[in-house]
């Protein structure tokens, strides 16, 4: 490990240890991971992760963070959310993520007020501040801390720590809920979000690792790897039509640029 690195993860393991005790949002992801893992080295049975699961976060993934938690050894609980039951959330407008995240974190300061546990934490890292985060707003509103980002760790730092730790997740793509695949103003029903969780579980079964299938209308924008392009307009070509079209689209359209984070911000930045 480098010395740059070494130091931020001795800097994330003293803020973690002054805490004491803390609850993170855990999603599966790279950054929660992470995370977790040293909070659970660190402040032993005192970090519990919490999975909120809902309609807009996949089975898959549900399983993948129970499965994660259980390899970390860490406390691990699930939790129903229920943005979808949000009018505003459901509107789809620009602050969307501001409404999960305040219902999200909400319920996360209950669970660490029950615990003892005297803080919240999210896997934020410094790489973020150059998206569209309104989830940011709730998280300070509510007082939610992120060490990652205090400790100055980049997305690539996540990475190449998670992969000296051994955690299987040094790798994985990044991973939005689904309510991300509409453009904003686009209202997000439970009809729709298993419409694109469908076309997309076919793509993952399929073999694609990097996706998105970003919903307009009748026609489904597919966001892949660019190392994955030749699979989906070659061998696979018409395995990928079939899929997409079974989960209720007329359309199949492949969007050159590829995946990127943050697409549907691309209109309003």
Same mark, same amino acid.
């Given at each position: 490990?480098?010395?740059?690195?070494?130091?931020?993860?001795?800097?994330?393991?003293?803020?973690?240890?002054?805490?004491?005790?803390?609850?993170?949002?855990?999603?599966?992801?790279?950054?929660?991971?992470?995370?977790?893992?040293? #909070? =659970? +080295?660190? /402040?032993?049975?005192?970090?519990?992760?919490?999975? @909120?699961?809902?309609?807009?976060?996949?089975? *898959?993934? $549900?399983?993948?963070?129970?499965?994660?938690?259980?390899?970390?050894?860490?406390?691990?609980?699930?939790?129903?959310?229920?943005?979808?039951?949000?009018?505003?959330?459901?509107?789809?407008?620009?602050?969307?993520?501001?409404?999960?995240?305040?219902?999200?974190?909400?319920?996360?300061?209950?669970?660490?007020?029950?615990?003892?546990?005297?803080?919240?934490?999210?896997?934020?890292?410094?790489?973020?501040?150059?998206?569209?985060?309104?989830?940011?707003? #709730? =998280? +300070?509103? /509510?007082?939610?801390?992120?060490?990652?980002?205090? @400790?100055?760790?980049?997305?690539?730092?996540? *990475?190449? $720590?998670?992969?000296?730790?051994?955690?299987?997740?040094?790798?994985?793509?990044?991973?939005?809920?689904?309510?991300?695949?509409?453009?904003?103003?686009?209202?997000?029903?439970?009809?729709?979000?298993?419409?694109?969780?469908?076309?997309?579980?076919?793509?993952?079964?399929?073999?694609?690792?990097?996706?998105?299938?970003?919903?307009?209308?009748?026609?489904?924008?597919?966001?892949?790897?660019?190392?994955?392009?030749?699979?989906?307009?070659?061998?696979?070509?018409? +395995?990928?039509?079939?899929?997409?079209?079974?989960?209720?689209?007329?359309?199949?359209?492949?969007?050159?640029?590829?995946?990127?984070?943050?697409?549907?911000?691309?209109?309003?930045?």
């Amino acid at each position: 490990m480098n010395i740059l690195l070494q130091d931020k993860a001795d800097k994330l393991r003293m803020i973690l240890a002054d805490m004491g005790g803390c609850v993170i949002g855990f999603s599966g992801g790279v950054d929660s991971t992470l995370l977790f893992a040293v #909070a =659970a +080295e660190v /402040l032993g049975l005192n970090a519990l992760a919490v999975t @909120a699961t809902s309609q807009t976060y996949p089975e *898959r993934e $549900l399983n993948e963070a129970r499965e994660l938690a259980e390899q970390i050894g860490g406390r691990h609980l699930v939790i129903v959310s229920e943005e979808l039951d949000i009018p505003e959330f459901r509107n789809n407008p620009r602050n969307r993520c501001y409404y999960c995240k305040k219902e999200l974190f909400g319920k996360l300061k209950v669970i660490a007020e029950a615990e003892g546990l005297g803080h919240v934490l999210d896997g934020t890292n410094i790489d973020d501040a150059c998206d569209h985060r309104p989830g940011r707003i #709730a =998280a +300070e509103e /509510l007082q939610v801390a992120s060490p990652l980002e205090e @400790a100055g760790f980049t997305k690539q730092d996540i *990475r190449d $720590l998670s992969r000296e730790m051994g955690l299987p997740t040094w790798d994985k793509p990044a991973f939005a809920c689904l309510s991300s695949r509409f453009p904003y103003g686009t209202a997000i029903t439970s009809e729709r979000v298993s419409q694109v969780g469908m076309a997309e579980e076919s793509l993952h079964n399929l073999g694609f690792r990097t996706l998105r299938v970003r919903y307009h209308g009748s026609v489904a924008r597919l966001e892949l790897g660019e190392q994955e392009f030749e699979s989906a307009t070659g061998v696979l070509r018409d +395995e990928v039509v079939r899929s997409v079209k079974e989960a209720g689209f007329t359309y199949v359209a492949l969007d050159l640029q590829g995946y990127r984070t943050g697409a549907m911000n691309e209109s309003i930045l």
